[in-house]
């Protein structure tokens, strides 16, 4: 397989100055506002319901999507696919529920509603576990599968496109949430235009290996011949139900996955934060709309590459460093067999992706360190210059950290979408009964929010290591198992709210808040009716 052409760098060439151009647009177009800390963690309400929109999913699809979920596509088939039509569903509870309570209690960061909510000690608690997640799983997962697809489709220096990713995302982080914002919207066209012809190409190479031609045929192939790669519901007994336990993708475990890491997660919420209700509403429908789209960009080729690979295309090349198999080299495999040109946009696509997740995160990063730990506690008095440079500084320190910890992380061996979900997994039931209870029952106290943290977070992990009696937690699907931490957790904040009761108010919660416009009532029930048609017909 060719490597990356003259035509190809070019087509690159040409994305990485429009990207940085514009954003340097942008930053110069603001920089009269660039010492706000408001301007440069939140954009300061700048960003369009378009921009919020794309920026969401620009930082959502990286390389686990692209790299890692087509990988599970490789392996498990289509049902992986229900973390991207369940997000989608996620995305108009989160906006309905959720975004107007975060904007009518004038929240800009995730910490800060947990002080507010609760303590200062739950809230500095809870910045720090999400300070190590984000570095240690997220930013480096995401670096470390960039840096791997890159390498092998332009044959450049592991370590080497490693730093060129770390760089360009610094250079993008640097200019606040509104370069970031802006440029996402640039990198959502590379991605989703690169991605497309990538899926087109894969699938017509199918048809013509079956001595057919076209999309249609080469889909037609797909299901027929490998029908098993086209289920959302693995039943008990299915070599995949331990990643995807049955309906407990529909009822389960997975809704805790998705309203935690859309509406209590700071490197998405932050989006919205600064914009008006209705803007940040249109918004995530926005994103709900992208994001029915995505399995056809990051799950689809993967399958092809399953086909491809029945038919004994590039045995060899899905072999990893270490001469094993390695899902995760499907999708920058699949990318060598596009046409000169064309694999240079898709090759723009894909780093479009790793970058704008990268400097989503590292944005996020920043907000925390800066607003949550680095403000109250060591310069209450600092000014809003001084401030900014700290948030710009520590983009810098966390990317370093992720490039000198990645290789180290393992990554590897559980494939990379698999890795990021089970290491969430240990937060995400603690963290997300501590905010649904705040914000639904005013009696929730802080003792059941710090329970619900540390405590939340040392079950999961005795239930991950198998280290609780009683049964053996291996055998139980990750899924499950966060099901069973969240209702532990629910259960013991309920009891302790009873037993040591505070003085802490509810947050402001009305229902006339959770009334939409009719025509954000339109669009969701769009996509409501579009994740039940799927679902009934991949069933």
């Given at each position: 397989?060719?490597?990356?052409?003259?035509?190809?760098?070019?087509?690159?060439?040409?994305?990485?100055?429009?990207?940085?151009?514009?954003?340097?647009?942008?930053?110069?177009?603001?920089?009269?506002?660039?010492?706000?800390?408001?301007?440069?963690?939140?954009?300061?309400?700048?960003?369009?319901?378009?921009?919020?929109?794309?920026?969401?999913?620009?930082?959502?699809?990286?390389?686990?999507?692209?790299?890692?979920?087509?990988?599970?596509?490789?392996?498990?088939?289509?049902?992986?696919?229900?973390?991207?039509?369940?997000?989608?569903?996620?995305?108009?509870?989160?906006?309905?529920?959720?975004?107007?309570?975060?904007?009518?209690?004038?929240?800009?960061?995730?910490?800060?509603?947990?002080?507010?909510?609760?303590?200062?000690?739950?809230?500095?608690?809870?910045?720090?576990?999400?300070?190590?997640?984000?570095?240690?799983?997220?930013?480096?997962?995401?670096?470390?599968?960039?840096?791997?697809?890159?390498?092998?489709?332009?044959?450049?220096?592991?370590?080497?496109?490693?730093?060129?990713?770390?760089?360009?995302?610094?250079?993008?982080?640097?200019?606040?949430?509104?370069?970031?914002?802006?440029?996402?919207?640039?990198?959502?066209?590379?991605?989703?235009?690169?991605?497309?012809?990538?899926?087109?190409?894969?699938?017509?190479?199918?048809?013509?290996k079956y001595e057919l031609t076209g999309?249609?045929?080469?889909?037609?192939?797909?299901?027929?011949?490998?029908?098993?790669?086209?289920?959302?519901?693995?039943?008990?007994?299915?070599?995949?139900?331990?990643?995807?336990?049955?309906?407990?993708?529909?009822?389960?475990?997975?809704?805790?996955?998705?309203?935690?890491?859309?509406?209590?997660?700071?490197?998405?919420?932050?989006?919205?934060?600064?914009?008006?209700?209705?803007?940040?509403?249109?918004?995530?429908?926005?994103?709900?709309?992208?994001?029915?789209?995505?399995?056809?960009?990051?799950?689809?080729?993967?399958?092809?590459?399953?086909?491809?690979?029945?038919?004994?295309?590039?045995?060899?090349?899905?072999?990893?460093?270490?001469?094993?198999?390695?899902?995760?080299?499907?999708?920058?495999?699949?990318?060598?067999?596009?046409?000169?040109?064309?694999?240079?946009?898709?090759?723009?696509?894909?780093?479009?992706?790793?970058?704008?997740?990268?400097?989503?995160?590292?944005?996020?990063?920043?907000?925390?360190?800066?607003?949550?730990?680095?403000?109250?506690?060591?310069?209450?008095?600092?000014?809003?210059?001084?401030?900014?440079?700290?948030?710009?500084?520590?983009?810098?320190?966390?990317?370093?950290?992720?490039?000198?910890?990645?290789?180290?992380?393992?990554?590897?061996?559980?494939?990379?979408?698999?890795?990021?979900?089970?290491?969430?997994?240990?937060?995400?039931?603690?963290?997300?009964?501590?905010?649904?209870?705040?914000?639904?029952?005013?009696?929730?106290?802080?003792?059941?929010?710090?329970?619900?943290?540390?405590?939340?977070?040392?079950?999961?992990?005795?239930?991950?290591n198998n280290w609780l009696p009683g049964?053996?937690?291996?055998?139980?699907?990750?899924?499950?198992?966060?099901?069973?931490?969240?209702?532990?957790?629910?259960?013991?904040?309920?009891?302790?709210?009873?037993?040591?009761?505070?003085?802490?108010?509810?947050?402001?919660?009305?229902?006339?808040?959770?009334?939409?416009?009719?025509?954000?009532?339109?669009?969701?029930?769009?996509?409501?009716?579009?994740?039940?048609?799927?679902?009934?017909?991949?069933?």
């Amino acid at each position: 397989m060719q490597k990356l052409q003259t035509l190809d760098y070019l087509v690159f060439f040409f994305y990485f100055i429009v990207v940085a151009g514009y954003g340097y647009w942008i930053y110069n177009r603001k920089k009269t506002k660039e010492t706000s800390t408001k301007d440069f963690f939140l954009a300061e309400g700048s960003l369009t319901w378009w921009a919020i929109g794309a920026s969401l999913i620009a930082s959502n699809i990286s390389a686990e999507q692209m790299i890692g979920m087509s990988g599970n596509g490789f392996s498990m088939g289509l049902g992986i696919s229900t973390y991207e039509w369940m997000a989608a569903a996620t995305l108009i509870i989160v906006a309905v529920f959720f975004m107007p309570i975060y904007l009518k209690n004038n929240i800009s960061t995730m910490p800060q509603f947990l002080s507010q909510r609760y303590n200062k000690t739950v809230s500095l608690i809870m910045a720090i576990f999400w300070l190590l997640l984000y570095i240690m799983v997220n930013l480096t997962s995401i670096l470390y599968l960039g840096a791997l697809a890159v390498s092998g489709i332009s044959g450049l220096d592991f370590y080497t496109c490693m730093v060129f990713l770390a760089v360009f995302a610094i250079v993008i982080t640097i200019g606040g949430m509104k370069v970031i914002g802006y440029t996402d919207v640039i990198q959502v066209f590379f991605l989703v235009i690169g991605g497309l012809a990538a899926t087109y190409l894969a699938v017509t190479l199918v048809s013509e290996k079956y001595e057919l031609t076209g999309l249609v045929n080469g889909f037609k192939m797909m299901t027929q011949n490998h029908d098993d790669h086209f289920h959302m519901i693995y039943p008990k007994g299915n070599p995949n139900y331990m990643s995807l336990p049955g309906l407990t993708v529909l009822f389960g475990g997975m809704w805790i996955v998705n309203l935690n890491y859309w509406g209590c997660n700071q490197y998405i919420t932050q989006r919205a934060l600064g914009a008006d209700l209705n803007t940040a509403r249109n918004g995530l429908l926005f994103a709900a709309f992208l994001k029915l789209l995505m399995p056809v960009i990051v799950t689809l080729p993967g399958i092809a590459a399953y086909a491809l690979y029945q038919k004994g295309l590039f045995q060899q090349e899905m072999l990893g460093v270490d001469g094993t198999f390695n899902q995760d080299r499907a999708y920058p495999v699949l990318l060598n067999l596009l046409p000169v040109g064309l694999k240079g946009l898709s090759f723009a696509a894909l780093t479009a992706a790793v970058v704008a997740s990268l400097a989503g995160k590292a944005n996020s990063i920043s907000t925390i360190f800066t607003l949550d730990v680095f403000k109250p506690y060591f310069a209450k008095d600092m000014t809003e210059k001084k401030l900014v440079l700290v948030g710009r500084w520590t983009i810098v320190v966390a990317m370093i950290l992720a490039i000198v910890i990645s290789p180290f992380m393992g990554i590897e061996k559980k494939g990379g979408f698999q890795f990021i979900q089970e290491m969430t997994g240990l937060l995400s039931p603690g963290i997300f009964a501590a905010f649904i209870m705040g914000f639904f029952w005013k009696k929730t106290n802080s003792a059941g929010a710090f329970f619900a943290i540390v405590g939340g977070f040392a079950i999961a992990l005795s239930m991950h290591n198998n280290w609780l009696p009683g049964t053996d937690w291996t055998t139980v699907p990750f899924l499950d198992r966060m099901g069973w931490v969240f209702v532990i957790c629910v259960v013991v904040m309920f009891v302790l709210s009873l037993v040591l009761p505070d003085e802490k108010k509810g947050l402001e919660v009305d229902s006339s808040m959770f009334k939409t416009t009719k025509g954000f009532a339109v669009g969701a029930t769009i996509v409501i009716a579009t994740i039940v048609f799927l679902y009934s017909y991949f069933w």
